[in-house]
């Protein structure tokens, strides 16, 4: 069985799918899990006797399990279901604010982050009194990385970059961030959302202070993410939303937190998608190595056939030639962004078009957007030429539409 027979989804469409970066397609194992769970154990997690409430929370924790051995996580309880990476910067950033554990007058954050993790730090920062800092990216969308590194001093409280940030598909080093924040007593924040799905990651190895990342950009289900912690850090937290599921004692007068990682899983969570979840990671967990190898290949020719377009720039380091993540970020010349990606959808190929979330990015490029086009497990080689070619003949369509508009305006 190949990649991609596992997603059924490709059994009907006949379109490319080059947007994965937004969100990915699902496995077989992972709807037939959710159906599976839906109609024959459902029922709700942590405070039922009866069986079926047994077996509930037997699967949505399995899942927990699963989740801290993919991502090396020393324990389960280290890993927060929440319904999204959103959520888990949200949450982050709400709690630490309303933590002793901010040292330091300056929040650093990557400048291609997504909103996700800039506004909450933004928002943050303006509440403590703290200065927001942003790592420069050059105008060709590239980290400088030592410039970078520099401002981390012994100012800072908190560093926050994205693994691999969703608008230029660039791979930050991040080590080189965990440990510089951790010279100087400051809290590493990292967002993996478009690292998990294409690289291993162990938290022994990278050593963060907090990870973040979505289930549905891994081929799982929408509405789950998850945060995860470091132990004492997460036992220093305060709670995040006040309700059922994460209290221990209440009175009319008080109450008291269940420990991690319930303290921060207040109300009946996405019972069905955590469960669903762990078929995802299964699938990961054994594909990971051939995915990435598969999509260095796919970022080579997607590479090569994009540099041979005239008037076409790509941005970050997959314009160098030298990222192996198939996402690349582009604009050219003569045509908006916009009716790139509509030209691409009458070819019946997906690509995104717009600021990616990274509004503030788009200021330092000086463009009003970029076309973005990511691929995935399930991509082939035959579609990345298609997808050039498509490109090619939009292109080429649009190139003569504008001529006939000329001339029509010449008539008399
Ligand atoms: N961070 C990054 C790098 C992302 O790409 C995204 C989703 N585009 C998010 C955070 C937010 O993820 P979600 O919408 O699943 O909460």
Redesign the pocket.
């Known amino acids: 069985m190949s990649i991609r027979d596992h997603f059924p989804y490709f059994q009907q469409s006949t379109g490319i799918y080059a947007d994965s970066?937004?969100t990915t397609h699902k496995t077989q194992a992972v709807i037939e899990r959710t159906v599976e769970f839906l109609t024959r154990d459902y029922a709700t997690v942590h405070r039922s006797a009866y069986r079926a409430g047994n077996n509930a929370t037997n699967k949505f924790e399995a899942t927990r399990q699963k989740v801290a051995a993919f991502i090396g996580s020393p324990s389960a309880n280290q890993i927060i279901f929440t319904k999204?990476?959103?959520?888990s910067?949200n949450v982050l950033a709400t709690t630490l604010g309303n933590s002793e554990l901010l040292s330091g007058s300056e929040i650093l954050v990557c400048g291609s982050e997504?909103h996700?993790?800039l506004l909450p730090w933004q928002q943050l920062a303006e509440k403590r009194g703290l200065t927001l800092k942003i790592m420069p990216i050059n105008s060709a969308g590239q980290l400088e990385v030592e410039r970078a590194l520099a401002m981390v001093t012994p100012a800072t409280a908190i560093v926050a970059i994205?693994q691999?940030?969703?608008a230029l598909g660039n791979e930050y080093p991040i080590k080189r961030f965990i440990d510089a924040a951790h010279a100087h007593k400051a809290l590493s924040v990292i967002?993996g959302?478009?690292a998990v799905a294409h690289m291993p990651v162990d938290m022994r190895e990278l050593a963060c202070d907090f990870y973040v990342f979505?289930a549905?950009?891994m081929y799982g289900p929408t509405g789950v993410?998850v945060l995860y912690g470091k132990a004492e850090l997460l036992d220093a937290l305060p709670p995040y939303q006040l309700g059922g599921e994460m209290v221990a004692q209440a009175t009319f007068s008080r109450a008291s937190w269940q420990s991690k990682p319930l303290k921060f899983e207040a109300g009946t969570p996405n019972i069905a998608g955590v469960v669903a979840f762990a078929a995802a990671v299964d699938f990961l967990a054994k594909h990971l190595k051939t995915i990435q190898e598969h999509e260095k290949t796919l970022a080579v020719n997607l590479y090569r056939g994009l540099k041979a377009i005239e008037g076409l720039r790509m941005l970050g380091d997959f314009g160098q030639g030298i990222s192996s993540i198939p996402l690349v970020s582009f604009i050219l010349d003569s045509v908006h962004h916009h009716d790139v990606a509509l030209l691409m959808d009458k070819a019946s190929v997906a690509v995104r078009s717009g600021h990616h979330?990274a509004m503030p990015l788009m200021d330092v490029l000086q463009v009003s957007g970029t076309t973005r086009i990511s691929l995935a497990a399930y991509n082939t080689v035959e579609e990345v030429e298609a997808i050039v070619d498509a490109l090619k003949k939009a292109l080429v369509m649009e190139a003569n539409a504008t001529v006939e508009t000329v001339s029509d305006a010449e008539l008399p």
């Open positions: 970066a937004a999204g990476a959103t959520e910067l997504h996700a993790n994205a691999v940030s969703n967002d959302t478009q979505s549905h950009k993410g979330c």
